[in-house]
């Protein structure tokens, strides 16, 4: 715009820039000056605020605005899983690992535990992300959007193993199976007891999730173990 004003007076103008934008440099008559050491120039907050002493002359300004960036920082055991910048195709590292992002932006991230482990929270400083259910259950790949970024903000994934159940049956009767655990860890160990009604029964056969089995051992005192 054009503003007329009589000459040998003082004349001010103040450069606003919307939220979520910053002054990234005002030029006087084709010349760019220094926002914080210009004598004739105040930061006012976000804004600038710059006074022409005893104009006698027409002088042109121009105003350029940038939109504010923020730091997204990131902390996880890498060793249980991964966490990718979908939007860069990039790693982020654990640890301290951080992207660089736009006011206003809502960046998407990929999660991805290790075999064996699952998400087990999100939190972006101290609100925790809502995850479906297999997420939280199971090993599966998750891409997170990220609530709108409008500061920096802390990001804490933190994975946890899988745990299964386990559920063991005597089919027709005539014994009975007990087991060491009734939950077990991935990749962990659990033990089957079965008994024999008496000595004049023996297992006739052993499934595992519908399979035939026959790695089991005797005992001394006719108890079978797998």
């Known amino acids: ?58 002088h042109r300004v121009n105003v350029k605005f940038a939109i504010n960036t923020h730091t997204i920082t990131f902390n996880y055991n890498s060793d249980l899983g991964d966490i990718k910048d979908v939007d860069k195709n990039e790693t ?25 482990y699952h998400i087990k929270s999100v939190k972006v400083g101290d609100k925790e992300l809502v995850k479906p259910t297999e997420v939280t259950q199971s090993t599966v790949k998750r891409e997170f959007k990220l609530p709108k ?50 000595t004049s029964y023996q297992i006739a056969t052993l499934t595992v999730n519908g399979k035939p089995v026959d790695d089991y051992t005797e005992n001394k005192d006719g108890e079978r173990v797998t």
């Open 92 to 116: 982020i590292t654990s640890d301290g690992g951080s992207i660089t992002v736009d006011y206003g932006s809502e960046p998407t991230i990929l999660i991805s535990p290790k075999t064996g």
């Open 149 to 198: 970024v409008t500061e920096n903000q802390n990001v804490v994934v933190t994975f946890e193993i899988n745990t299964y159940e386990v559920k063991a049956a005597v089919k027709g009767g005539y014994g009975e199976i007990t087991s060491s655990t009734t939950e077990v860890s991935h990749n962990g160990d659990v033990t089957f007891t079965i008994t024999p009604q008496d």
């Open 1 to 58: 715009g054009i503003n007329t004003i009589l000459p040998n007076v003082d004349a001010s103008f103040t450069v606003t820039p919307d939220t979520g934008y910053h002054i990234d440099k005002i030029t006087i008559d084709g010349v760019e000056i220094n926002l914080k050491t210009d004598l004739n120039g105040t930061l006012t907050g976000t804004g600038y605020t710059y006074t022409f002493k005893n104009v006698d002359n027409h």
